[in-house]
């Protein structure tokens, strides 16, 4: 009787299983050899599939941008647009945290995420916003969100209250009075956050002059 056949490898079976690695490890476990390791292969088995260890970067951004929903943008305000956009975006992300870092520090080269910025870039453009002004905006809104999508799968209780103590009366008194724990919390501060980043970006934008794209 013969040795069962394994799996197939396909580059989607090398990007998913890339994927399940960073999310159970970390960062630390993407390398070609653990991958390789994780699928019972040779690392060199990989290249037949893949060109680079950038092109599972890129296959890990389509898998987790893939759900970032930018289809607003073509029929509301861009800050509504916005807003839905910033959901969807923090969603994916607090899904696979750990690809954060890893994916903010490699450029972008998938069309389907180039494509999405491209649609948010279309309605912005469509909206006022001078061309040079809106990668900025963007960039800010991003960074924003990545970092709620962090404190999204944070510990329930990041302030440890019994450990104040009566020189910091006023830390205390803010803390107890408005202090919620876990998602509820994630969620409270995004809320807040979002909408001031929105109304300031609006102000921002009232504030450019038509000729020159620059704040009056």
Do not use: C
Request: charged share 20%.
């Amino acid at each position: 009787m013969g040795r069962p056949s394994s799996p197939k490898l396909t580059r989607e079976r090398i990007v998913t299983t890339a994927l399940r690695l960073i999310d159970a490890r970390g960062e630390e476990a993407f390398s070609i050899a653990q991958i390789a390791r994780a699928l019972g292969v040779k690392s060199a088995s990989l290249y037949n599939h893949i060109s680079s260890k950038y092109e599972i970067v890129e296959g890990i951004r389509e898998l987790v941008a893939g759900s970032i929903d930018a289809s607003l943008f073509a029929s509301k305000p861009w800050y509504e647009a916005m807003e839905q956009w910033a959901f969807s975006y923090r969603a994916a992300f607090a899904r696979h945290p750990n690809t954060i870092k890893l994916l903010s520090v490699i450029p972008v080269s998938s069309r389907d995420t180039l494509r999405m910025y491209d649609a948010v870039f279309q309605g912005m453009l469509r909206d006022g916003w001078p061309k040079t002004h809106i990668l900025p905006a963007v960039t800010a809104v991003e960074s924003f969100v990545l970092g709620s999508a962090i404190d999204l799968v944070a510990p329930p209780q990041m302030i440890a209250a019994e450990q104040l103590v009566g020189d910091s009366p006023i830390f205390l008194e803010i803390v107890q009075s408005g202090y919620v724990e876990g998602s509820a919390r994630a969620e409270r501060a995004f809320r807040v956050g979002l909408a001031a980043l929105i109304s300031g970006l609006r102000d921002y934008l009232a504030s450019l002059t038509p000729e020159n794209g620059a704040p009056g």
